[in-house]
């Protein structure tokens, strides 16, 4: 239940193209959902949350949807660039007290020039 | 405001020694949590220290143990050093007041021969 799926594994896209990463979750505890870009050799760096009392925040090409019912949420890159290139990982948080974050397994992000 | 600091960045050591990871957290944040990073099992959460207690622990073996100091820095000890044990260690910190975002430091790469 403190698991949070997230797909796909690895995904290719093309300069300018669309990248959609998915994650699921079961535990309702839930309450904040973060978005984490990592590049190689460098640690995971925040890059847009959201609260489940929202169902979409956009912060310039990056966007999250949050399912609230369905237990999932996305994250959207709009115009991929090269430079987008990286793993993303997902999160799901439980409320402050029981502060723990769980992380999705990554999903390594390749946008061909 | 200098970010999470981590050292050493690369550590190579031998199977059943033991090792120690040091973590400074952004100046005022009082929470350091640790993760393992590896690219079967993403990122794994360690442990969590607040004012100096451990506020929550994940499912480790005791060999991994952690403190920390009055001025919010943080240690990692690895005991009885094991091959599986090679990986990115993150440290992550935050105020701990509340649910707020985490701040990743580059990590240390430790491999085990």
């Known amino acids: 239940q403190q698991q949070v799926k997230q797909s796909p594994q690895s995904l290719i896209v093309q300069k300018g193209g669309i990248s959609i990463i998915n994650c699921a979750y079961e535990?309702?505890?839930?309450?904040?959902f973060p978005w984490y870009q990592q590049f190689p050799g460098k640690g995971p760096a925040l890059l847009i949350a959201i609260r489940p009392d929202v169902s979409e925040k956009k912060e310039g090409r990056f966007t999250i949807s949050f399912n609230k019912s369905a237990k999932q949420f996305s994250l959207h890159i709009m115009d991929s660039q090269p430079g987008d290139s990286a793993t993303y990982f997902c999160?799901?948080?439980?409320?402050?007290?029981?502060?723990?974050?769980?992380f999705g397994t990554g999903t390594r992000l390749k946008v061909l020039a | 405001k200098a970010g999470v600091t981590q050292t050493p960045r690369y550590l190579i050591k031998t199977r059943g020694q033991q090792v120690t990871l040091s973590c400074s957290p952004i100046?005022?944040?009082?929470?350091v949590s640790w993760y393992q990073q590896t690219p079967g099992q993403g990122l794994q959460f360690l442990f969590e220290y607040f004012s100096e207690t451990q506020r929550n622990k994940g499912n480790f073996p005791g060999r991994f143990s952690g403190r920390q100091f009055s001025n919010s820095r943080s240690e990692m000890n690895v005991s009885t050093l094991e091959l599986g044990d090679s990986a990115l260690y993150l440290c992550?910190?935050?105020?701990?007041?509340?649910?707020?975002?985490?701040?990743f430091g580059p990590g240390t790469r430790l491999t085990v021969t």
């Open positions: 100046s005022g944040h009082r929470s």
């Open positions: 992550a910190s935050t105020s701990g007041t509340g649910q707020d975002e985490q701040y």
């Open positions: 535990n309702t505890a839930f309450d904040y």
């Open positions: 999160a799901a948080v439980l409320p402050s007290g029981t502060y723990k974050y769980i």
